[in-house]
């Protein structure tokens, strides 16, 4: 057990009796013979996209990181509570650099729809739309404006994935991988200086995919026909001016121009409320000598979880599936999922009385097929006692569709990327390279494969043979859960199907590999329905953790990060050179920083179920 100085002690103690006296304090203050209160006033809810759109929620009650993210089930039930909320009029939505996947897009366009339904306008501003995928978000609003100097870079989908064997080679560096399935070209951006036939093929039937969906909800959003849609694709970039000429735009206006429109249209009077649906942050009386203890016992009691109410508990699988967590992708990974994590909340949601259904939201190109399977097995253990339903994101390939597959029910979007059901493995031989600097080994083994996975030199022929046999033996279990789990859905065999092969969700429907087209909401709530719950909370499991607890965590060393200096393979020179190199090419810099994960993983992990990185922009 770690030690607690007596001074944490105090202090931690005085925060949870703040914590349990402060509701009962408040309580007493109220004045006797309080008035009725007032209706409350007309209101305008105004969103700001801005940022990165995250998967994992976390708790926002002291919000230091201010608008630099947004957790999408927050930015939906607030969209959802205005929808709901007679005070609110009309919803605004200022698009501030956010690129959400599509995925996440067509979550909040279905929002857009049920405020629509309610009778309520939305509203889309932007000083600037940078992209296809920018455009196909704000489409589906009531009204769509922009700046008078505003770009229209809705120019079409443009995608590159990065080749380094020449690369390699220069540096004196041999890659050796191996792959089941003629599809699974996980691998290939250090095999080849291109891709091959098939992978060439996939790349463009997804590209086909996901631009057909894309100009479809365009088309729908501003009711034209797709071929005008295509037209003004291929007539961009635009000008605002022009723009609206074409019917792409309603308005060309700042943003002291809308405002000036919502108040002639709901009344002068009207709130235009920027924090609408956050929670109300505590504030810190500094006068007060126990000030400090009150304001962290309210931060701490406002993350309590409430178990008294019913609820659809949410475990999120969200980035490259890992083991454990250890440091080894921290310079190469914003977020990981991490397997044994992932089946303790999945165990702990079986367990918990109160969580009724479970949805897993798989948002992962998938990564250690070890943890794929840890986590496909905490999945059976929740089936066989409550209902689980998947929800897959923008993407959940290869091992984010092994941990998807174990549900009854299974949701894409139809622009999820999903499939590539296969394994690969490799290493680089370094030999050649410490050559170059005058830096020679001298190895030694017991055990005729003890030196297998060494980076002295390329597998020799046997070790190729037991490798590609235990990697044979990977690849026959994944395709067997797909098969034992789906069964007569599936419309094709297996090897017609599986072999590394990517789809869209739409295919992927098509296929049998998943079950319904839609998005995070429709799971939830049709897990809620299938518990025959009407009155429920939506809970993550585990609950985001407050900033006090984070703290205490990284204080602690509790929170499984050890920093970046210990990642493999030269990551401290990554990491200097890293800011000048999103500076120069921000897309091509994070194609190479994904590649080198890739390969930190496979070194951790031996063998991976991973999809190929297929760089399609947003």
Request: a neutral charge.
């Amino acid at each position: 057990m770690k030690h607690i100085s007596s001074g944490r002690r105090f202090a931690l103690a005085a925060a949870l009796a703040a914590a349990l006296f402060a509701p009962a304090a408040r309580a007493q203050e109220k004045p006797e013979g309080e008035a009725k209160p007032e209706a409350p006033k007309a209101r305008v809810a105004v969103f700001r996209l801005s940022g990165s759109i995250q998967e994992t929620p976390r708790d926002d009650v002291l919000n230091l990181g201010g608008e630099s993210s947004t957790p999408l089930w927050s930015l939906i039930e607030r969209l959802d509570k205005a929808a709901k909320d007679p005070a609110v009029k009309a919803v605004v939505v200022i698009l501030e650099g956010a690129r959400p996947g599509q995925a996440q897009t067509a979550e909040i366009r279905a929002a857009f729809e049920r405020l629509k339904a309610a009778g309520k306008d939305v509203y889309g501003h932007a000083d600037s739309i940078g992209g296809l995928g920018q455009y196909v978000l704000l489409s589906a609003a009531t009204r769509v404006s922009a700046v008078p100097t505003a770009d229209l870079w809705i120019t079409g989908l443009y995608g590159e994935a990065p080749y380094i064997r020449s690369l390699l080679e220069k540096v004196g560096v041999r890659p050796d991988f191996l792959t089941c399935g003629d599809y699974k070209s996980a691998a290939e951006m250090f095999m080849r200086d291109g891709p091959s036939e098939q992978a060439d093929a996939m790349q463009n039937w997804l590209l086909d995919g996901l631009y057909e969906t894309m100009v479809a909800r365009v088309a729908a959003g501003r009711k034209v026909d797709a071929d005008r849609v295509k037209g003004w694709i291929d007539a961009g970039p635009h000008t605002a001016e022009k723009a609206r000429e074409l019917g792409i735009l309603d308005a060309v206006e700042h943003r002291q121009e809308l405002e000036a429109h919502l108040k002639k249209t709901y009344g002068d009077d009207v709130v235009l409320d920027r924090k609408y649906g956050k929670k109300e942050e505590p504030k810190l009386d500094a006068s007060n000598p126990f000030g400090l203890f009150k304001f962290l016992g309210e931060v701490m009691a406002a993350s309590k979880v409430d178990k008294g109410k019913p609820a659809v508990g949410v475990v999120y699988v969200d980035g490259p599936i890992v083991l454990d967590a250890q440091a080894g992708l921290a310079a190469f990974q914003d977020e990981s999922a991490v397997g044994v994590k992932i089946r303790r909340a999945l165990d702990d949601a079986a367990n918990d009385d109160s969580v009724k259904a479970v949805v897993l939201r798989v948002d992962s190109p998938g990564g250690s097929a070890l943890a794929s399977e840890i986590i496909l097995d905490a999945t059976k253990r929740v089936k066989a006692r409550k209902p689980l339903v998947v929800s897959m994101g923008d993407v959940a390939g290869s091992g984010g569709y092994y941990v998807a597959c174990g549900a009854d029910t299974v949701f894409a979007d139809e622009a999820t990327i999903t499939g590539s059901i296969g394994v690969v493995s490799g290493k680089l031989a370094t030999d050649a390279l410490f050559d170059k600097v005058g830096v020679s080994f001298k190895s030694y083994r017991r055990g005729r494969n003890a030196g297998m996975l060494a980076s002295n030199n390329v597998f020799t022929p046997a070790e190729r043979v037991k490798m590609q046999e235990y990697m044979d033996e990977i690849y026959g279990e994944f395709k067997g859960h797909v098969v034992a789990i789906r069964g007569d859905r599936l419309k094709k065999p297996i090897d017609e199907i599986a072999g590394g092969r990517v789809y869209t969700g739409k295919q992927a429907l098509d296929l049998g590999l998943v079950d319904r087209l839609g998005g995070f909401h429709d799971a939830v709530a049709f897990a809620a329905e299938a518990a025959k719950l009407t009155d429920y909370d939506v809970r993550a499991v585990p609950k985001p953790k407050s900033v006090i607890e984070e703290l205490l965590d990284q204080s602690s060393g509790e929170d499984g990060r050890k920093g970046l200096v210990h990642a493999a393979g030269g990551s401290m020179l990554l990491e200097a050179a890293a800011p000048f190199l999103r500076t120069l090419d921000p897309a091509r810099a994070d194609a190479v920083r994904s590649a080198l994960g890739r390969l930190e993983l496979i070194r951790r992990e031996g063998v991976i179920a991973m999809m190929p990185e297929l760089g399609i922009g947003r």
